[in-house]
């Protein structure tokens, strides 16, 4: 690992707004050096930015995981990203081309299709996914983390054995319905959706609301309320009778992603179906440690894009007789990004260290999510303002990435209530509030 000083050739831009038409679509222009100091040459187009070589800290193959996801993701969906998000479109080619490259459920053991690597493996993809566009992140986050994760920890060997490779190929997808639509920060005391018990099988009545690839899945894994009033998980196929995905339109975040509302309207499905391993609202907030984990690392990626391309741009842009990369205020935002991206590389390789040592607690999962996040959003603002008036159009990739981390910031528990778990962690005071007392669905006949 070198840095190599050679000023950087200006990035080709997807396309050109002055010429008022269509995207075009090149190739990027071929990477000629690093962008300055704190940038890591890992040997492919765009270097790592790394200001404290925490990539030394990694083993062998996690490197080469972060750099041929790089390599490949560099290839197949930067030059076409804006387009897709413009034309909210997801690329399902490359679903397959996902599985192959191990994105899919990396950390699942390779007896059940996946690559059994470490949570630092699984961070980087999602870092260089996210460097991409959020939504490509999003897609995996939840085949890995909320489908994938739940079958391995809480499946059967049956269950397992089933779905678990299919999944890691991109042969199947999966959604994770938990969010409704009275409140998703509150999945306990807003829950209506029953499964209701009838011999050897289960009804499913309800419905989820903004559900990641709810349009795409195959199968998806719905928590829902047992006669007792627990929350239960069960894997239902999406072409089961009674169950209904309809895409949700007009989003101006997290584009280039499928987002749907589910309606399940007594959806029979066998009692195997039921995830056996768990129950009550830890079933799915531990699905909901694994993807935050992964967002505390994929943030990372988008801050790194948006800094790269404000630092190019600033270097490049002249104002008042000189570069605006030599003015005090446009320095003072390039600086916090480095700042914030630095701190929270070494907080998302700390939380992967904890992972493996099987030490990790949900509330230091918040701390990265919440933190790293906010981080991104802000860098992501600040780059858009460096840009000027550029910034505001899809010539440039600032103002995709922070709309997108406007949703980065509200799922998976939103920035308040991280901040309201760290409260009730550090205080031991629950500022939250307290759910409406559960009560026994049979009761109500
Ligand atoms: P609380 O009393 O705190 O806990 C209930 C039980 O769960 C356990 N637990 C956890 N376990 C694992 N991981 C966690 N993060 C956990 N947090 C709590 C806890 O120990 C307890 O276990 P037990 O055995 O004692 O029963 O429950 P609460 O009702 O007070 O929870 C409050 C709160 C705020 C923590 C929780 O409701 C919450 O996290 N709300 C936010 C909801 C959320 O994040 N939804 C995300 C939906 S999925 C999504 O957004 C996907 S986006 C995907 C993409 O595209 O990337
Ligand atoms: P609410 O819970 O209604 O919150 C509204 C506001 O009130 C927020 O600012 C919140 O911080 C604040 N608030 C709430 N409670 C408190 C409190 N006690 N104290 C102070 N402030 C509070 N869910 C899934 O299950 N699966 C998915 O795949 C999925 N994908 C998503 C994809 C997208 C694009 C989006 C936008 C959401 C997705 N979600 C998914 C749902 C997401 O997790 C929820 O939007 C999120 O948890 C917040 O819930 P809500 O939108 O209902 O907001």
Redesign the pocket.
Known sequence: MTNDPTPVTPTAFPFSVAEGVAPREREPAPYQGVPGPGFVNWRVRFPMFDFLQVSELLTAEEREIGRAARKFLEAECLPHINRWWENAEFPTHLIRKFGEMGFLGPTIPTEYGGLGASAASYGLVAYELERIDSGLR?FCS?QSS?VMYPIYAFGSEEQKREYLPKLATGEYVG?????????????DG?MKTRARRDGDFYRLSGS???????NLAQIAVI?AKDDEGVVRGFIVPTDTPGFKANK?QH?I??RA?V?SELVLEDVRVPASAMLPGVQGLKG?LSCLTQARYGIAWGALGALEAVYTEALEYAKSRTTFGSSIASRQLVQEKLVRMASDHTKGLLLAWRLAQLKDAGKLKPAQVSLGKRDNVRAALNGARAAREILGGSGITLEYHSIRHMLNLE?VD????????HT?ILGREFTGEN???ESPKKEAVGSRG
């Not at 959604?175 to 409140?183: N, Y």
């Open positions: 999003s939840v909320l959604c994770f319905g938990l969010t409704e639509s009275d409140g998703g920060s509150d999945p807003n989820k609301m903004w559900i990641t690839n709810g928590w949700i989003k975040s997290l992603s987002t799915p949703t509200t799922y998976e528990g939103t920035h308040d209530i309201l500022a939250l509030g």
